[in-house]
């Protein structure tokens, strides 16, 4: 159930062998990596520095008679902001008091170690690389990736963890492109691309249609790679990475610090599909 869903035997996986050194890459140790994670209302106002900061305004402005959830409303900062003005002493007790919370150093502001990791295989749901009950470890190499994977809304707040490689890795890299076809290698090449083309597509909700690329990530897992690489389906020039061991005694990495971060844009591009427009020509 936790190890693996598939017997894998098709003229597809011969494939898959034939380019397999091909498509090797080594990501050296130290490589930094993200992973991001939805940070809920509950998660925010259950935050330590958040409390704190509640706490001290309430000191300072008691007849403001602020709520914990106003730490988030802009009109509330506002207001603070005016009962400040001119108030040098407040505004520099205030600072040191976010400063002292700051000054902690602690790397996780947002969820602990624990919750940045992957999931636990009991809790693993089906994705891209993995069935239900098979636990890999999904990032991304940068955060606007990592938090564009979730598909976010304005206004959602979202965990991003940074994650540290210990060691060399070898990973399957699906993130071919036609422009880098080799001159006597137009076969192997050609079926890498298609390949890879074919892992990064968008999935808009069926989870049966992740079926195939689970297929083959267990393949190249017993073939001894330690993870794929493969483009963002949702950010353009976005990278993902998945990990296939996230067992505490023998994984790659190493979660090195958790922030809170907030979406405020998103700035999307489109074109016109239909109808279709013809330029005529005299």
Same mark, same amino acid.
């Given at each position: ?130 069935? !239900? ?14 938090? !564009?994977? !979730? ?89 993902? !990475? ?41």
């Amino acid at each position: 159930m936790y190890k693996s869903h598939f017997f894998p035997k098709s003229e597809l996986l011969q494939k898959v062998d034939d380019i397999s050194e091909y498509a090797s890459a080594e990501i050296c140790k130290g490589t930094v990596l993200y992973r991001a994670r939805e940070y809920t209302d509950f998660n925010f106002f259950d935050n330590k520095e958040v409390i704190t900061l509640y706490e001290k305004l309430n000191e300072f402005f008691p007849s403001l008679k602020l709520q914990l959830e106003d730490v988030r409303s802009e009109s509330a900062i506002n207001i603070v902001s005016f009962a400040l003005g001119g108030d040098d002493k407040k505004v520099e007790e205030l600072f040191r008091v976010i400063k002292k919370v700051i000054d902690e150093e602690r790397p996780f502001w947002g969820f602990d170690e624990k919750n940045c990791d992957a999931p636990p295989k009991e809790y693993a749901k089906a994705g891209r690389a993995n069935s !239900m009950g098979i636990s890999f470890l999904y990032v991304a190499t940068d955060k606007k990736t990592a938090i !564009m994977e !979730m598909r976010p809304q304005i206004g959602q707040l979202f965990n991003v963890c940074e994650i540290e490689l210990c060691r060399d890795i070898r990973i399957f890299d699906f993130t071919y492109s036609a422009v880098e076809l080799k001159e006597n290698e137009y076969t192997k090449s050609g079926d890498l691309y298609v390949i890879s083309k074919e892992f990064s597509r968008p999935n808009y909700g069926n989870v049966n249609d992740y079926i195939p690329t689970q297929y083959l990530c267990e393949y190249i897992s017993q073939k001894g790679f330690d993870g794929i690489r493969y483009k963002s389906a949702v950010s353009p020039d976005g990278i993902n !990475m998945i990990i296939f061991d996230t067992n505490g005694k023998n994984k790659a990495y190493k979660i090195i610090e958790s922030r809170v971060y907030g979406v405020t844009d998103m700035d999307i591009k489109f074109e016109q599909m239909l109808p279709f427009e013809i330029d005529s020509t005299d």
